[in-house]
């Protein structure tokens, strides 16, 4: 690798500006002068800008190699997809300079595993992400081909360009620039998983069985967002979830609408009455004790949460809606960070085909997630969610609930070291201390990190809001990749020093 003499002067420099190295090869110590004149933080800064910017075409291709592989989770023919992945991911590892890299078979999707560790002494960072993605239906929306990515107004669009592929390779990348130039200051281990968008659950199992190998100081996910780029945030918490489907069936058949319409329920009809009774007029759940564990926030956290920068007219804007919609009382921020939520994902039955076909249906059915906020849990939610559905189904109709998976909430602590470190490396990285805000999604092994491997997480996203997530025309900018990039280092520097 050919490097301009510039990236070798600096590097030599940041060599001679840290105190350990000082003291080891010369026995004298740093005096404010030369301190002020050599910074080791600014040194690195640059050091980390200028193997970016010497790699940027490189780190992209990269990306874009990544994202043309369909690994969808939820689909079963993507299958070898899934495993084509694993060893991109595995070997793009490999190639950034980590050890006893493996992808681990599960029962489901692999699970792709690598470590360095440089010093036992020094702290660990375990690295979580996900190369699954979401499927990219409806296709006839997407203005590209979703895995062809493509790249319009400096915004890559391609499903899991931000979720989570984006992301995580980040962490590779950043890994690989520390490993180049020297400047790893810690340990760190690499988790990248198959099937968070279906649960993670042979995940949970791979952390039970192996806690001693994934033994780490702090869990670092850039699955996340942040306000924006010029209004960086921190999350500090995440909304559980409990994802179930539900099926009202009436009559054994079909039924011709015009002959037997008006004397057997309709179970789309019904279907929609009983959805529409879980919300009342405030847009209240109205489930019996759905609200009973839920942690109201108090005045200064509702008041420092509604801080943060934001515009309703462009929120509306750039949904295209003429009004927003939610739980009275509650602001946008508090609605979708710190407020439990029951939302349908999808409604069918009967003939959704071509033309018209008069039919009465025989079933109607629909996909419901409810996300949540500490202290509810998933398996109670999803118990209450049961019992008040077969409750108030009519006997004209029977209903089957069937759970799919779910999560946890969590809030993480703004006061440990790695929080710090992550707050130092985005206030140096974007000239402004990042704003402490709730993310409205679920990473439901995020719960499981702390109640197996007794662990906190760092919550440390670039994604924006906007990028479309699970949408057609995902999205992610390619100055928020760069961005990652130059940002992550600068966290293990921070989390290092803070640890000593």
Same mark, same amino acid.
């Given at each position: 690798?050919?490097?301009?003499?510039?990236?070798?002067?600096?590097?030599?420099?940041?060599?001679?500006?840290?105190?350990?190295?000082?003291?080891?090869?010369?026995?004298?110590?740093?005096?404010?002068?030369?301190?002020?004149?050599?910074?080791?933080?600014?040194?690195?800064?640059?050091?980390?800008?200028?193997?970016?910017?010497?790699?940027?075409?490189?780190?992209?291709?990269?990306? /874009?190699?990544?994202?043309?592989?369909?690994?969808?989770?939820?689909?079963?023919?993507?299958?070898?997809?899934?495993?084509?992945?694993?060893?991109?991911?595995?070997?793009?590892?490999?190639?950034?300079?980590?050890?006893?890299?493996?992808?681990?078979?599960?029962?489901?999707?692999?699970?792709?595993?690598?470590?360095?560790?440089?010093?036992?002494?020094? +702290?660990?960072?375990?690295?979580?992400?996900?190369?699954?993605?979401?499927?990219?239906?409806?296709?006839?929306?997407?203005?590209?081909?979703?895995?062809?990515?493509?790249?319009?107004?400096?915004?890559?669009?391609?499903?899991?360009?931000?979720?989570?592929?984006?992301?995580?390779?980040?962490?590779?990348?950043?890994?690989?620039?520390?490993?180049?130039?020297?400047?790893?200051?810690?340990?760190?281990?690499?988790?990248?998983?198959?099937?968070?968008?279906?649960?993670?659950?042979?995940?949970?199992?791979?952390?039970?069985?192996?806690?001693?190998?994934?033994?780490?100081?702090?869990?670092?996910?850039?699955?996340?967002?942040?306000?924006?780029?010029?209004?960086?945030?921190?999350?500090?918490?995440?909304?559980?979830?409990?994802?179930?489907?539900?099926?009202?069936?009436? +009559?054994?058949?079909?039924?011709?609408?015009?002959?037997?319409?008006?004397?057997?329920?309709?179970?789309?009809?019904?279907?929609?009455?009983?959805?529409?009774?879980?919300?009342?007029?405030?847009?209240?759940?109205?489930?019996?004790?759905?609200?009973?564990?839920?942690?109201?926030?108090?005045?200064?956290?509702?008041?420092?949460?509604?801080?943060?920068?934001?515009?309703?007219?462009?929120?509306?804007?750039?949904?295209?809606?003429?009004?927003?919609?939610?739980?009275?009382?509650?602001?946008?921020?508090?609605?979708?960070?710190?407020?439990?939520?029951?939302?349908?994902?999808?409604?069918?039955?009967?003939?959704?085909?071509?033309?018209?076909?008069?039919?009465?249906?025989?079933?109607?059915?629909?996909?419901?997630?409810?996300?949540?906020?500490?202290?509810?849990?998933?398996?109670?939610?999803?118990?209450? /969610?049961?019992?008040?559905?077969?409750?108030?189904?009519?006997?004209?109709?029977?209903?089957?609930?069937?759970?799919?998976?779910?999560?946890?909430?969590?809030?993480?602590?703004?006061?440990?070291?790695?929080?710090?470190?992550?707050?130092?490396?985005?206030?140096?990285? /974007?000239?402004?201390?990042?704003?402490?805000?709730?993310?409205?999604?679920?990473?439901?092994?995020?719960?499981?990190?702390?109640?197996?491997?007794?662990?906190?997480?760092?919550?440390?996203?670039?994604?924006?809001?906007?990028?479309?997530?699970?949408?057609?025309?995902?999205?992610?900018?390619? /100055?928020?990749?760069?961005?990652?990039?130059?940002?992550?280092?600068?966290?293990?520097?921070?989390?290092?020093?803070?640890?000593?």
């Amino acid at each position: 690798m050919i490097l301009g003499s510039n990236f070798f002067v600096l590097w030599f420099l940041n060599l001679l500006g840290n105190r350990n190295n000082i003291k080891r090869y010369s026995g004298f110590s740093i005096g404010k002068t030369f301190k002020h004149y050599i910074c080791p933080k600014f040194l690195i800064m640059e050091l980390i800008k200028q193997y970016v910017e010497q790699h940027k075409q490189r780190l992209l291709d990269e990306l /874009f190699e990544l994202l043309r592989l369909p690994s969808v989770s939820a689909d079963p023919k993507y299958k070898q997809d899934i495993l084509k992945t694993a060893d991109f991911v595995a070997q793009k590892l490999l190639e950034a300079g980590a050890e006893h890299v493996e992808v681990c078979q599960t029962a489901g999707n692999p699970i792709v595993y690598g470590e360095k560790i440089t010093d036992a002494s020094k +702290p660990t960072v375990l690295v979580y992400g996900h190369y699954d993605v979401q499927p990219a239906d409806p296709l006839e929306l997407w203005k590209t081909p979703p895995f062809e990515p493509t790249v319009r107004d400096g915004k890559i669009y391609a499903r899991g360009a931000c979720d989570d592929k984006g992301q995580f390779y980040m962490h590779v990348k950043a890994f690989e620039l520390m490993m180049q130039t020297g400047t790893l200051p810690c340990n760190i281990k690499f988790m990248i998983e198959g099937e968070e968008e279906v649960g993670s659950s042979n995940l949970s199992i791979f952390v039970k069985q192996h806690k001693t190998r994934l033994k780490a100081d702090v869990v670092l996910i850039s699955d996340t967002s942040m306000i924006s780029m010029e209004n960086p945030s921190l999350e500090t918490g995440l909304r559980g979830l409990s994802y179930l489907e539900v099926e009202v069936t009436g +009559p054994n058949r079909d039924l011709h609408s015009g002959v037997y319409g008006g004397a057997v329920a309709n179970p789309a009809t019904i279907l929609a009455k009983m959805i529409a009774s879980l919300h009342d007029e405030n847009n209240h759940i109205t489930i019996p004790g759905f609200y009973n564990k839920v942690v109201e926030l108090t005045d200064a956290e509702r008041k420092a949460l509604n801080n943060a920068p934001y515009n309703e007219d462009e929120y509306k804007k750039d949904l295209d809606v003429n009004e927003l919609w939610g739980e009275k009382g509650y602001s946008t921020f508090e609605r979708t960070g710190t407020r439990p939520t029951l939302e349908v994902n999808g409604i069918w039955g009967g003939y959704i085909g071509e033309g018209a076909k008069t039919v009465l249906p025989s079933k109607a059915q629909a996909k419901i997630s409810m996300r949540l906020v500490p202290d509810q849990t998933s398996e109670e939610i999803t118990q209450l /969610f049961t019992a008040h559905f077969e409750k108030i189904a009519p006997a004209s109709v029977k209903v089957k609930v069937t759970p799919h998976h779910g999560g946890e909430p969590v809030v993480t602590p703004t006061d440990s070291i790695a929080y710090r470190a992550a707050q130092k490396a985005i206030t140096e990285s /974007f000239g402004k201390e990042p704003i402490p805000t709730r993310g409205g999604g679920s990473i439901p092994i995020v719960a499981l990190f702390e109640a197996e491997l007794g662990i906190k997480t760092v919550l440390m996203g670039f994604g924006l809001d906007s990028d479309a997530l699970h949408s057609p025309n995902e999205k992610y900018d390619i /100055f928020n990749y760069y961005k990652g990039i130059e940002t992550i280092p600068l966290f293990h520097k921070y989390f290092a020093e803070l640890s000593e």
